[in-house]
């Protein structure tokens, strides 16, 4: 959007320049201009225009830039009196506690010459005449290491999320980690608080080294739990520590030390961060991990989804979304090291409508074309769910956008399965009703349905703009019940299959209640709460449209069309859902608007009680789902109170011209409908 905008003209009389508004004609320029669409002049480049926004401006031009370092080098600082021994305990647990907080601001995403390596002694802590400190901060410094080490090996981070580079400096390499570990453990100080704070570096560095080598996770699993009390013991004493000052020659913290080490345009500043948030910053981490590290219990491809969906849901840091990561990759090339990924992908399909495919006796008939076919669609099935699962480690805008790309692999991959399943069953056109093809669209949907979520969960949409999202939302959710039932009449088929076969002599196969089954009913049943959510919505925008509440778009220069087509266009290339294009929408809206708005309503009321007794059965114990109990609650509240809002719209809400609001409040994804009287 342009706010202000000016042009050049020389002033005559002397060569001085004069601005005149030039707002008017941009405004002129930007209504004929379509969504997406820029014009520029052919002499200045987009890289040029960049770089002339960032003149002038302090945070990006690096010639405006106003702070000087008082001091240079460590050397220095000492030189002009730095101390290095006789602190008090004050002193230490002002150290120790900016220590911990830098370190959890890194963990943030901010640049170790601006967090912990602005204090100098870590530099060189064995400079320092103070045992305690030496020892927390050679702890600190191997920490580092050995976090920066996962994260790497893991991958589930972007610059903004963590920024691994050590720029150089070293991670006490002049002490092995065991007698390291030894000193933390043997060392009391005279103060119980200092003391508090060793135990804390001890704990977290045989707890993260545990980890760090896979065979010894379990026992890493175990010291996780030990992290939150010894926070706990050091919170009560936080505020006792010195503040120290940044900006005088013999502080030990300076912020420009590192200049030299970064970019030539001054970076970003950093967030800040007090005492008391690191420490809760560092017990959520731990929290998130906890859950983590349950990756190791998992069998199934569904519950693998669901793991990675509840993990994402916890919006844990970069750090321990890494960690996640690493010990799913495993170093054998198997699921956490004990699964095959295509052993998961053949379970789930055949477990969800028993493919024959996967039998060692029917791939054994397979000619040699359909046998090359299969062996191509092993290869990218496995690459998809394998690339899908590590998605969740992302952050979650980075999520949706890795999620969007992924449309076209499915696309792909549906072919291949549909090519497989005509050959395999001699069938003369493709059907979605095939094994693999069912199954890959199925797969589809789940995709198609977190993009949706995550758009508004992310606030990616203007109010007027729910209406269609929620209806493509209902739309693939409405796509997957179909594909579920059509999938449980094929598992009933072969149940009585084997059933028959039981009473000819053969033994029987029992259909188990086993942990995949019970995923594919929680699936169901999930399917179904979200697919009345959506047609709740629905119902209820299009009454409030009837009743002149609905949000306008106050964009003279977007239509509807435009937005519609640019939301949902990563989806048209997918066969199942079935892509739904503008046209579509409309004739489907043109249907519903055919009712008066006291039936929707009252429809919308009805879709949002199934919901709240959906969200009720997908809460009991018998369905696992990746819904943490608070949010389940939260979603029961959220369909109860739409009810009743949709129940009193037409006694109460019709005398008000004012359009609907939407209070995320609760809820992410289901805002709660406020009308006012």
């Known amino acids: 959007y342009i706010v202000l905008a000016a042009k050049l003209k020389m002033n005559e009389e002397d060569d001085s320049v004069l601005f005149e508004d030039a707002l008017d004609v941009l405004n002129k320029g930007c209504d004929e201009l379509n969504l997406g669409e820029l014009i520029r002049d052919e002499s200045l480049s987009l890289y040029s225009a960049l770089s002339s926004i960032e003149l002038m401006d302090e945070r990006m031009d690096a010639g405006m830039a106003s702070h000087t370092n008082l001091v240079e080098s460590y ?17 230490k647990l002002g150290l120790m506690d900016d220590l911990v907080a830098l370190t959890m601001l890194w963990f943030r995403g901010n640049s170790l010459c601006q967090t912990v390596f602005t204090c100098l002694y870590m530099h060189n802590p064995r400079k320092l005449q103070d045992q305690s400190l030496q020892l927390f901060m050679e702890g600190i410094l191997r920490f580092l290491s050995c976090i920066q080490t996962m994260c790497v090996q ?5 610059e903004e999320d963590f920024q691994e580079s050590l720029y150089g400096f070293d991670t006490c390499s002049w002490k092995a980690l065991p007698k390291l570990l030894s000193q933390l453990q043997a060392h009391e100080d005279e103060s119980a608080s200092v003391t508090a704070r060793l135990r804390l570096i001890h704990h977290l560095l045989l707890t993260f080294n545990a980890i760090e080598k896979f065979r010894a996770v379990p ?4 010291l996780l739990k030990g992290i939150a009390p010894l926070v ?7 505020n006792d520590g010195v503040i120290f000052p940044k900006q005088t020659p013999t502080s030990p913290f300076q912020p420009h030390i590192n200049g030299h080490l970064l970019a030539s345009t001054p970076p970003r500043d950093i967030e800040t961060m007090t005492r008391e948030d690191a420490y809760a910053y560092l017990v959520s981490e731990v929290h998130v991990l906890q859950e983590g590290i349950r990756i190791y219990s998992l069998k199934t491809l569904d519950e693998f989804r669901f793991f990675f969906e509840k993990v994402a849901r916890m919006e844990g840091g970069a750090v321990s979304r890494c960690i996640v990561s690493r010990c799913f990759k495993g170093v054998t090339g198997k699921w956490v090291d004990k699964w095959n990924s295509f052993d998961k992908v053949k379970e789930s399909v ?5 493919a024959s495919i996967f039998d060692d006796a029917a791939s054994e008939k397979l000619d040699e074309t359909t046998a090359n076919l299969f062996l191509a669609f092993q290869a990218n099935v496995c690459e998809l769910m394998e690339s899908q699962l590590l998605v969740y480690t992302q952050n979650r805008p980075r999520q949706r956008r890795k999620l969007g790309k992924l449309f076209e692999s499915y696309a792909n991959l549906t072919d291949l399965a549909s090519e497989v399943d005509v050959r395999y069953l001699n069938a003369k056109e493709p059907s979605s009703n095939h094994p693999l093809t069912s199954w890959v669209c199925r797969e589809t949907c789940f995709t198609t349905i977190m993009f949706l979520l995550l758009g508004i969960e992310l606030q990616l949409h203007a109010d007027w703009e729910y209406l269609y999202v929620f209806w493509y939302l209902r739309h693939a959710t409405g796509t997957l019940l179909q594909l579920e039932r059509s999938a449980l009449a094929e598992r009933r088929s072969a149940e009585e299959k084997c059933a028959l076969q039981g009473k000819k002599g053969k033994k029987k196969a029992k259909p188990g209640k086993g942990s995949e089954n019970m995923y594919v009913e929680a699936v169901w049943t999930i399917a179904e709460v979200f697919s009345y959510f959506a047609d709740a919505y629905v119902l209820a925008l299009n009454a409030c449209r009837k009743i002149g509440r609905y949000p306008k778009c106050d964009l003279s220069h977007i239509s509807e069309e435009v937005s519609y087509a640019h939301r949902f266009d990563p989806l048209m290339c997918v066969f199942m859902p ?26 919308a009321g009805n879709a949002f009680d199934s919901a709240a007794r959906g969200v ?12 943490t109990k608070e949010r389940l609650e939260a979603l029961q509240k959220i369909a109860q109170r739409n009810k009743i809002v949709c129940n009193l719209a037409m006694v109460m809400f019709t005398k008000n011209d004012e359009a609907v609001e939407f209070d995320f409040s609760q809820d992410k994804v289901f805002p709660l409908l406020v009308l006012k009287k």
């Open 75 to 91: 050397d220095q600082a000492i030189e002009n009196g730095l101390k290095l021994g006789g602190f008090s305990e004050e002193e």
């Open 154 to 158: 893991g991958g589930g981070f972007q």
């Open 232 to 238: 706990l013991t050091c919170v009560e004493s936080v």
């Open 350 to 354: 055949k477990a969800w409508n028993g």
């Open 219 to 222: 026992k890493g699993v175990q």
């Open 578 to 603: 079935y892509p739904m294009n503008y046209d579509g929408y409309k004739r489907k809206m043109d249907e519903i608007e055919a009712e008066d708005a006291a039936s929707l309503f009252e429809l």
């Open 616 to 627: 009720q059965q997908l809460g009991s114990a018998q369905h696992p789902t990746s819904e």
